[in-house]
């Protein structure tokens, strides 16, 4: 589209205006093309017209929409012009205060004159990391892309700041270097970092002065190469320096300062080591009070001075070098006040006794009179003579100001050098980013030859500037692959030519100063005549003969030519410079070898004249020229960055801008330059993804495809019909300036046009709703008014109904009271009668009661008697006997007491009594403390009340005189008793009338009161007798519940009996197997005869022994024995016997089985025949008499195997008895016999119990009246063992251990009674819930229906709708919370599904492993054993702890053993070891364990420390360990927790508190790194998911941005969601419960975790404009409730996690609510109360529209939020601390498991701990 199509009528354009520069305007009318005059009305409503040429039709450029306004980069702007940028920088700099801005790659930065706390620690962290575009822009953000190019491409970096004098070059560059010492690390050598950071201040105070534009202005100029390694970090640097303003060391300008360095000195005058130099004020001094202004507000020359000192010294110049650069920095001051006399035009002398040269001469340790004498007298050399001139005044004192110069330049590049050399890193640089800080252009009134080479400078500089920017719009094309044309921008090559080109001014220069007679206004004849018709850019002004003017490319400047060629030279009298050669003062002739170098190798040429040697000498201008050549080299051979400094006004107010000198400087710095060379091609880039979410309202439905770029290009072409006005890119569309501001003004129509239809329909539905109403209200009116005349007809009925009903009563009550009358009288004598007849009976029953009594005390009284006399007898004969035991015991005491031991004793008694006496004058004389430290109390407490009485009798007199004064007052009270006593009388009289009435309305009532209560108990009666029917009907349903719940309950037992009975048999099987893998050993041994086994039949048996132990502790814990015995050759045994056993027990394993298939028979039988169940009982008995019969054979069988062995006569010659086969056999064959009898005794405890059981069962029926079976009818062991027919009976002790069994299942049924109960209880309160809540429904529903119904039809067919979709809405919700529940279930137990799958795998591998393995011909069986009761310690020997902590702690993957072992195995193996140390004693082994377990920890965690499994993993044992350690230790506290076996396995030798102590810090450290390790994988999740991903679609808008909308140094990265950040939490809280941490413990973490997403987040907020709008606050605020809603899931909503993400929530209702009066004002206060004043006013100021119908904050309503804040007492702090810990708490958390149960893993290799 044409330009010109834009100027429509309301678009906004800028004007030129003298003050302002640009003002803003707006069309009144269109302009169409032809007019030349557009009709313009002003901001302040005046209107104006503006001219437009018909020639060239220079249209005034166009504003862009608000919208845009305040973008972070001026290239997103859709009107790139000067006004544009311009008020760009000025809305963020004065509404926002913000500083920084982009244009392109280049960073504006303008100087607020006002600390900013926007440099702290945290925000450098913010930065670090981030992608330039994501933040807000910043230094911080051109130095993170500079340091991050550098690590990903490996190539250099530089980073250009430029800028006039006052506009914050030198603190930019300060910055930039403390955020590489920042977040580079440290590096091998020490604080290179500081010293890095510590020669700035060191160069500002020799290199920087007090100007008019800047108090801390750099006069020179300085590139500072930071050296990296190959791992990023730091490693040294290397300054250069350009241009010294030299000059300033003896002349100021009005208003200006020396450097620094002079008044830090001067100011220091009065210290003891500056005491020599003689100084004074700074005033005193000639070279320090030209410019009359010697103080600089806020600053303090003694503190900058010491802070000079310090990084002196910090960067290693010694107190000795640095107290000599003051002595010679002293003597420039005194050299500058030495006075030169004039005694004629071209003769000039010093006193010898000048004071000032006196001292210099002391300092600078030279001849007095010689320094005097050169200082006004000069030698001149010819061919062959040499002649000594007097000077004049002026030219002494130029001497005299050059020798000055040259001494301070000379200071100053020593300290250069200094810096330079401990700078400079041995370790070979791999990298560097440099930092150029240089001036900027400059123009004054009088420009000399400093700003001639300042310009110079930035000539080139601007030269390679434009190239960046033309190449980077070249790469970007090219990668996009769009057609481009060569853009024409300005080339400042013929300005550099004219500079330093051949015959060039820079030549002219250096050739005139070679000339003897050269002067300044020859030179400036040379350059008229030579440059003036060559070039364009030289020009001569009209009144002046020594003055030029170059045309630069920021503006033309006029040079004065005075000076120029004195500057160039830079020359010094070569005698003075050997005079300070001949010095004493070593430091000065370590300054002046460079010229000794020079002047000797001078003198040693023969040949030469004066003038080749000066022509050997490079002048300023040559010198500047290479150097300026070297640094663009350096800068080309690097990636450059920009930053451009603004001074916003001369008068330094802070965040004021003058719009004349910003322009200037924009133009000046190239900032414009940079817009022109964007304006040129297509400066607004939108990727197709953008470009769609933004015009999607300009698109119809047909328009949209499922091509997104298809999409777009459609829309485009119907939008914008000229194609050259954009181009479509891979990825991006490119827009030519204006473009996307007639975008908007599209989509702002058809969003107008949008809300008109809105409000139309809103207004139309509006009226219809008035007007229904109105209609309704007369209908209600009418039918008020039938229904007013419907009541009226009603009530006339209903009182004549009333009348009829009252005389019915009336007669009824009459006839009832003459009922009541005569049914009164009949009760009264019925009543009196049967008293008499009671009387009569009770009486008789006294009598007979009485008689009993008399009976009962005359028995008891005789059998008392008889016991008496039974037990005097009974205490005879026991005293008789205990007597003569007592005199027998006599005798043996007497005996012992003459024994040595006795004595022994005694004393031993007696040191014990001792020490019990000691201890208990100990506690006497403790308690005589307390009782003084009592009495002093009491005394205290006594003399407090004696003060407390006083003050009582105080106040009784003051109450005293107080009734005193009421006395007085009496006399009026009694007058008003009297009026009182007579109103008391008139109310008494009218109370006796009250009552009078009161009486006859109660005999009324009383009558209605007995009619009521005859009805009532009527009543009564009948609720009495239905109550009776209800509870009959209650009792006999719990009696059916109740033998319902028992018969389910013994289903139940009989079940997991049979459960039991099969896992017996499965054991019984396994035994079986076992025999018959013996049987064969035996054959292979039998058939191998006396052959040895090779070591390789013993790894199966390893194997197998392992297998079994895994599979079983009992076989397990045999493995040792056998393998031990598997050694010796085997020998021959009697293998009948041995085939009879094993056939004897195959016998009774068909025994169980057919036992097994009988109660399966029963319990099918049970219901239905209970003569058959009791026949059933009996055969249980004989078959258990059966089985004991069996086992007595077995018995028998195995005592005949065990005699055959031992026989002498057998015929298989048995092996003697004693030797090594005999052993074995023995052995083998007794494990097996007590394995037989413990699976005996099973099935006894088995039968027993099913017969106990039965009896139980039948106990109240007709089968159970037979079996009387009791628990007192049970027998106890001692009288089993008294009663030889039980001891017949019980030879193996069965009726015991059945007793015991059956004791043991009563315990197990009440468990589960328990537990039912528990469950039904549970199930009630449920029902009850369901019950409550249907309730409330259905009253709120009669509620309901009771409203509609009084509706009218359509009313209520409308509110019956709205309750359907209420009610509906109200189920689907409950249905997606419960499918989400039913996802969330499914997707665990898929995960558990995908666990147990895993373990089956492994499983079958190890079965598979295991089975070949064990598949070789010799096979090694063991025999399991009896289970032993262990004491839950691990035995292990000395040494031992190494392979422990190794096997352990070491080598254990923290992964799997989650999954696969007992929660904290680690530490409760540990603890065991532990225990066992404690058992013996040992305090050696105690120490080298836990030092060896501490060691080891700390080391698995420094090296693994990055992974959380590693860290939750040890977290949790370290903190099971100190339980374990707190739990044993025998405190009471912690005994309460304990079980009574837990309480017996306490510590009993020693005290392990500081070990408590010591475990306690080595968790709080593993808790720290667990933090650490999260954070590192949490922080560059939470941005994404937090912030930048739209996770509600629809809602947030996007605007245009600018070249950097995506940043270059880092490729594109999959979008991080929340719904990912919530899998990561997820994935860290699995995998804590799997570990078993504490649950105070993971509540910790989640609360630290919170804290860090609400810290990051809400940083990176503040830090990113782009971030606040209204739509980000939603966002924000949905993702929060996910995170809630994973808290809730997981029961940790009262963990303090909410809490921690308040800030963040109060951000984000800060983005969505009002923002306009003092009301909402106050609101936010009151709101956000979780948030600091600074970051209430950040998100306010960065608060940015994202659509045109949002408005921006106000300056106003920002300054009502400060003073409204202003005493609010929080932190100033703008930043939440995202690195900060809480601190944890580790609460006790006592464990359950009991230590004796524990079983070792054999993959640990934990063989050699040993069970006690």
């Known amino acids: 589209m ?13 004007l030129p205006d003298a003050v302002e520069v640009w003002k803003s305007a707006k069309l009144v009318k269109d302009y169409t093309s032809g007019d030349q005059t557009l009709f313009l009305q002003l901001e302040d409503g005046t209107e104006v017209q503006y001219k437009v040429d018909p020639r060239t039709h220079n249209l005034p450029p166009l504003r862009n929409p608000n919208i845009l306004v305040g973008e972070n980069d001026l290239t997103a702007l859709s009107y790139l012009n000067e006004p544009a940028v311009l008020h760009n920088i000025k809305v963020r700099f004065i509404d926002s205060k913000l500083i920084y801005t982009y244009c392109g790659i280049v960073l504006v930065a303008v100087n607020p004159y006002e600390s900013l706390p926007i440099y702290e620690a945290d925000i450098i962290h913010a930065y670090n990391g981030q992608n330039m575009a994501d933040m807000d822009p910043h230094i911080f953000a051109v130095a993170e892309e500079a340091y991050k190019q550098m690590a990903r491409d490996q190539q250099n970096q530089s980073i250009i700041v430029s800028g006039e004098s006052g506009a914050g070059k030198t603190v930019s560059a300060k910055y930039a270097m403390r955020y590489f010492a920042t977040v580079s690390g440290l590096s091998g050598e020490a604080n290179i970092e500081e010293r890095v950071l510590a020669s700035n201040p060191i160069m500002e105070a020799l290199g920087n002065a ?8 750099s006069r020179f100029g300085k590139y500072i190469e930071i050296g990296f390694d190959k791992k990023h970090r730091i490693i040294g640097a290397h300054m250069r320096t350009y241009l010294l303003e030299k000059s300033r060391v003896v002349y100021q300008t009005h208003g200006e300062r020396n450097y620094h360095i002079f008044y830090q000195l001067c100011a220091s005058s009065h210290l003891p080591e500056f005491q020599p130099f003689k100084l004074g004020g700074a005033d005193d001094f000639h070279c320090t009070n030209q410019g009359q202004n010697s103080v600089i507000d806020g600053v303090d020359d003694t503190k900058e001075m010491c802070s000079t000192r310090r990084a002196l010294s910090l960067l290693g110049i010694s107190e000795s070098h640095q107290m000599e650069m003051y002595q010679i920095l002293a003597a420039i001051l005194h050299l500058s006040n030495v006075e030169v006399k004039e005694h004629s035009q071209d003769r000039s002398s010093i006193l010898a006794d000048d004071a000032h040269l006196v001292v210099f001469c002391e300092l600078m340790g030279v001849p007095c009179k010689e320094m005097a004498h050169w200082l006004c007298h000069r030698k001149l050399k010819a061919t062959t003579e040499t002649y000594v001139k007097c000077v004049s005044k002026t030219n002494a004192v130029n001497g005299r100001d050059a020798l000055a110069k040259h001494i301070y330049a000379r200071i100053f590049s020593w300290i250069v050098g200094c810096i330079n050399n401990v700078l400079k890193s041995a370790v070979k640089q791999h990298s560097f980013i440099g930092v150029l800080d240089i001036y900027g252009f400059e123009t004054f009134d009088i420009n000399s030859f400093e700003q001639f080479c300042i310009n110079y400078a930035n000539e080139k500089l601007q030269q390679q500037f434009n190239l960046h920017v033309f190449k980077l719009e070249q790469e970007e094309y090219m990668k996009e692959q769009i057609p481009w044309t060569l853009i024409d921008f300005y080339d400042n090559q013929p300005c550099i030519n004219l500079i330093e080109a051949k015959l060039g001014i820079l030549d002219l220069l250096d050739e005139e100063c070679k000339m003897p007679q050269g002067s300044d206004g020859s030179w400036s004849q040379k350059m008229y005549n030579t440059l003036l018709k060559q070039n364009d850019h030289f020009d001569k002004p009209r009144l002046s003969n020594t003055a030029f003017i170059i045309h630069h490319f920021a503006d033309k400047v006029e040079y004065q030519c005075d000076g120029f060629l004195e500057k160039n030279k830079d020359t010094v009298n070569e005698e003075q410079i050997h005079v300070l050669q001949n010095s004493k003062f070593d430091f000065l002739l370590k300054l002046f070898e460079g010229n000794e170098k020079t002047t000797s190798s001078s003198k040693s040429i023969t040949g030469k004249s004066g003038r080749s040697q000066r022509g050997n000498k490079k002048t300023v201008g040559m010198q500047f020229r290479q150097s300026l050549h070297l640094l663009m080299d350096t800068l080309n051979a690097t990636t450059p960055h920009y930053v451009r400094c603004i001074k916003p006004n001369d008068h330094k107010k802070p965040f004021s801008l003058d719009p004349e000198r910003a322009v200037q400087q924009l133009r000046a710095c190239g900032i414009l330059e940079t817009i022109r060379i964007s304006a040129a091609g297509f400066p607004s880039r939108w990727t197709y993804q953008e470009f769609f979410s933004r015009y999607r309202v300009l698109m119809k439905q047909m328009d949209v495809l499922p091509d997104g770029k298809e999409t777009c290009r459609n829309v485009l072409k119907k939008l914008i019909q000229d194609q050259n006005l954009y181009q479509f890119g891979k990825n991006k569309i490119f827009f030519r300036a204006g473009q996307v501001a007639f975008l908007e003004k599209l989509r702002s129509e058809q969003l107008r046009r949008a809300c008109v239809s809105i409000q139309k329909t809103i207004r139309c539905w509006s009226a219809r709703k008035k007007y229904l109403r109105m209609k309704q209200s007369a209908n209600t009116i009418q039918r008020h008014v039938r229904g007013h005349q419907a009541r009226c007809y009603v009530n006339c009925l209903r009182r004549t109904r009333a009348a009829v009903v009252i005389q019915r009563n009336v007669r009824m009550w009459a006839a009832r009271a003459r009922y009541h009358k005569l049914r009164s009288a009949s009760v009264v004598i019925q009543c009196f009668f049967r008293t008499y007849a009671a009387r009569k009976l009770y009486y008789k029953l006294v009598y007979e009661q009485k008689a009993l009594v008399i009976q009962k005390w005359a028995k008891g009284w005789l059998a008392r008697k008889h016991y008496q006399r039974t037990r005097a007898n009974i205490i005879l004969l026991q005293s008789c006997v205990r007597r003569m035991m007592a005199k027998k015991e006599l005798k043996k005491l007497k005996v012992n007491a003459r024994s040595v031991e006795h004595f022994k004793n005694l004393n031993v008694g007696m040191e014990n009594k001792i020490m019990q006496l000691q201890h208990k004058i100990d506690e006497q004389h403790k308690e005589v403390s307390e009782l003084g430290e009592r009495m002093n109390a009491a005394a205290k407490t006594q003399a407090m009340e004696q003060e407390r009485h006083c003050k009582e009798i105080e106040n009784l007199h003051r109450s005293e005189q107080h009734a005193q004064a009421k006395a007085k007052m009496l006399p009026s009270l009694l007058e008003q008793l009297s009026f009182l006593q007579q109103e008391l ?5 009218e109370k006796e009338v009250l009552e009078e009435q009161r009486k006859i309305d109660k005999e009324q009532t009383q009558l209605v009161v007995e009619e009521l209560n005859m009805k009532n108990s009527l009543l009564s009666n009948e609720k009495e007798d239905l109550d009776k029917l209800i509870q009959k009907q209650t009792q006999q349903l719990t009696d059916i519940k109740g033998q319902m719940e028992n018969k389910e309950q013994l289903e139940k037992e009989l079940i997991e009996e049979r459960s039991r009975y099969q896992r017996l048999s499965n054991e019984h099987l396994h035994l079986e197997e076992l025999h018959k893998d013996l049987k064969e050993e ?16 013993q790894k199966p048996e390893s194997d197998y022994s392992s297998k079994s132990a895994e599979c079983s502790p009992i076989l397990g814990s045999t493995y040792e024995r056998t393998s031990t015995v598997d050694k010796e050759p085997p020998s021959t045994v009697d293998l009948p016997l041995l085939l009879k056993l094993q056939r004897r027990v195959r016998e009774s394993e068909r025994e169980k089985q057919s036992l097994q298939r009988q109660l399966d028979e029963k319990e099918a039988q049970e219901e239905n025949y209970a003569e058959e169940e009791k026949t059933e009982l009996d055969l249980e008995t004989l078959k258990r008499q059966e089985l004991e ?7 028998q069988d195995l005592s005949k195997l065990r005699k055959s062995l031992t026989s002498e006569n057998s ?17 083998q064959l007794t494990s097996s016999n007590e394995e037989l009898e413990m699976r005996k005794e099973e099935v006894l405890l088995l039968q027993s119990h099913l017969v106990r059981q039965d009896a139980m069962k039948y106990k109240d029926s007709a089968i159970g009246e037979g079996v009387k079976l009791e628990l007192g009818d049970l027998p106890s062991f001692q009288d089993l063992d008294r009663s030889t027919d039980i001891h017949t009976l019980n030879e193996d002790g069965e009726l015991w251990l059945a007793y015991e069994g059956l004791k043991e299942t009563n315990r197990i049924l009440e468990c589960q009674m328990q537990t039912l109960e528990k469950q039904h209880r549970e199930q009630n309160e449920k029902l009850q819930d369901e019950v409550n809540t249907l309730k409330e429904e259905k009253e709120q529903q009669q509620k309901l229906l009771a409203q509609t119904l009084v509706l009218p039809e359509d009313a209520r067919i409308e509110a019956g709708l709205k309750l359907e979709i209420t009610r509906l809405t109200n189920e689907n919700l409950e249905l997606m919370v419960q499918q989400d529940k039913q996802d969330k279930a499914i997707s665990n137990l898929k995960k558990e599904l995908q666990l147990y799958m895993n373990k089956v795998i492994q499983f079958e591998a190890n079965q598979k492993n295991t089975h070949l393995m064990t598949s070789t011909p010799a096979k090694a069986v063991s025999i399991p054993r009896k289970e032993k009761e262990y004491q839950g310690m691990l035995e292990y020997k000395e040494g031992d702890e190494n392979r422990l902590v190794k096997n352990l702690i070491l080598d254990m993957k923290a992964r799997g053993v989650a999954l696969s072992f007992l929660p904290g195995l680690p530490a409760y193996v540990i603890f065991m070891c532990l225990r066992y140390a404690d058992h013996v004693n040992d305090d050696q082994r105690v120490s080298t364990l836990l030092n060896s377990v501490l060691c080891s920890i700390k080391g698995v965690i420094k090296r693994r420390g990055k992974d959380f499994g590693v860290s939750s993993f040890w977290l949790a044992n370290t903190c099971r360990l100190l339980h374990c350690l707190r739990q044993y230790s025998g405190d009471e506290t912690f005994k309460t927790h304990n079980t ?40 560059p999740l939470i941005v994404s998911s937090m912030l930048e991903q739209e996770s509600v679609h629809g809602v947030l808008g996007s605007k245009p941005t600018g070249m950097r909308k995506r940043s270059s140094s880092s490729p594109e990265e999959e979008a991080v969601t929340v719904e990912v950040l919530l899998q990561q939490l997820g994935h860290w809280h699995i995998t804590m419960c799997q570990h078993e941490m504490d649950s105070d413990l993971i509540k910790q973490v989640v609360r630290q975790q919170f804290y860090v997403i609400c810290a990051v987040t809400l940083n990176q907020l503040l830090l990113r404009k782009d971030m606040c709008s209204w739509s980000k606050g939603l966002q924000i605020r949905y993702n929060v409730w996910q995170l809630e809603e994973w808290l809730s899931e997981r029961d940790m909503s009262n963990c303090g996690a909410k809490e921690m993400l308040e800030p963040l929530v ?3 209702q800060l983005l969505q609510v009002k923002k306009k009066t003092e009301a909402d004002a106050q609101a936010i206060c009151n709101m956000c109360a979780g948030l600091t004043t600074a970051q209430i006013v950040k998100v306010l100021t960065l608060y940015t529209p994202v659509v045109e119908f949002e408005e921006r904050v106000t300056t106003t309503f920002i300054t009502t939020i400060k003073d409204i804040l202003k005493d609010r007492e929080n932190s100033s702090t703008l930043m939440m601390d995202a690195k900060k810990i809480f601190s944890v708490t580790l609460s006790f958390s006592p464990s359950s498991v009991a230590l004796e149960t524990i079983q070792i893993p054999t993959s640990l290799n934990l063989g050699f701990l040993q069970h006690i």
């Open 2 to 14: 044409a330009g010109y199509e834009l100027y429509t009528k309301h678009a906004r354009v800028w």
């Open 1189 to 1195: 019969s069996e086992n007595k054979k077995l018995k």
């Open 1540 to 1579: 009574s076996k837990q309480n017996e396995h306490c510590l009993t030798n020693f005290e392990l508190t500081e070990y408590q102590n010591v475990f306690g810090d080595l968790a709080v450290q593993i808790y720290r790194q667990l933090i650490k390790s999260m954070e590192d994988i949490l922080q």
């Open 1706 to 1708: 109060q951000a984000a």
């Open 210 to 217: 007090k100007t008019t534009r800047n108090d801390n202005s």
């Open 985 to 989: 009388e008139n109310t008494c009289r």
């Open 1211 to 1227: 015929e298989l010659m048995p092996p003697a008895v004693g030797s090594t086969t005999y052993g074995i056999l023995l052995e």
């Open 1082 to 1097: 035996l054959e292979v041994r039998i058939s191998s005869g006396k052959e040895q086994w090779s070591p390789r039949s």
